[in-house]
């Protein structure tokens, strides 16, 4: 029996996948969390063989969450699910240490594949998102300024628009507060940013904050 750990802000969506396991046999859920602080507490508390992640919930999420997860020494298999289809933001939680991603407009079917693959060791990415071209890969066109972010940048740009201080952004990656605020000095020069605000609105259209 594969037992999955439910993390997701949505109590509808949390309720919605609990049924679609039910309908198995091989998969149980075990437990639910609702923020990412919640999830080691979770983990302490309830046997999980797999963690069923949504990228975007209160507090440290995305990428940042998935990084902390590995970093604190959990190693279970974490599939992403995620209404986000951007080849990179895949690309970026496979780095960061998920084992899967599928998308929330998917199947239930491919969901539950998807549990199943992780849990048995492999890697397993939702096939829309194979089959989606990527805009940034076709000739002719200029790849969008958030691809030249270096990984540095990126932690930074995912701290600033969860509206964490700089001095926070610092402690977190074990970086002095000088040298947060040139790695955002950079960042903003490569987007062509002058102010938080339009950092914001950037990271939002490109789906790029609350990860």
Same mark, same amino acid.
Request: aromatic letters at 2%; hydrophobic letters at 45%; a negative charge.
């Given at each position: ?15 919605? &996948? ?10 149980? !859920? ?38 902390? &997860?590995?970093?604190? =020494? ?12 951007? =080849? ?22 491919? &969901? ?20 989606r $071209?990527? !805009?940034?890969?076709? $000739?002719?066109l200029?790849?969008?300024p958030? &691809? ?16 964490? !201080?700089?001095?926070?952004? !610092?402690?977190?990656? @074990?970086?002095? $507060?000088?040298?947060v605020?040139? @790695? ?11 102010n ?9 259209? @490109? ?5």
């Amino acid at each position: 029996m594969i037992r999955v750990l439910i993390a997701d802000d949505h109590a509808i969506v949390r309720s919605g &996948l609990t049924q679609i396991i039910a309908t198995t046999l091989d998969i149980t !859920a075990a437990g639910e969390a609702t923020r990412g602080e919640e999830i080691p507490g979770q983990l302490d508390a309830v046997a999980a063989d797999v963690l069923l992640l949504d990228m975007a919930m209160p507090g440290l999420s995305g990428v940042a969450l998935i990084r902390s &997860l590995r970093d604190s =020494g959990i190693t279970l298999p974490i599939l992403v699910l995620s209404m986000h289809n951007e =080849g990179q933001i895949v690309d970026r939680a496979i780095k960061a240490g998920a084992n899967g991603y599928v998308t929330k407009g998917s199947e239930p079917e491919v &969901l539950l594949d998807g549990i199943r693959q992780v849990a048995a060791g492999r890697r397993f990415i939702d096939p829309v998102l194979h089959a989606r $071209p990527c !805009a940034e890969a076709r $000739p002719g066109l200029a790849a969008a300024p958030h &691809l030249t972010l270096s990984e540095r940048e990126r932690q930074v740009l995912e701290g600033i628009t969860a509206g964490e !201080a700089l001095g926070d952004i !610092a402690e977190r990656l @074990h970086l002095s $507060p000088k040298t947060v605020s040139t @790695h955002k000095m950079r960042l903003m020069e490569k987007l062509g940013i002058d102010n938080n605000a339009d950092l914001l609105r950037y990271a939002i259209r @490109h789906g790029l904050a609350g990860e």
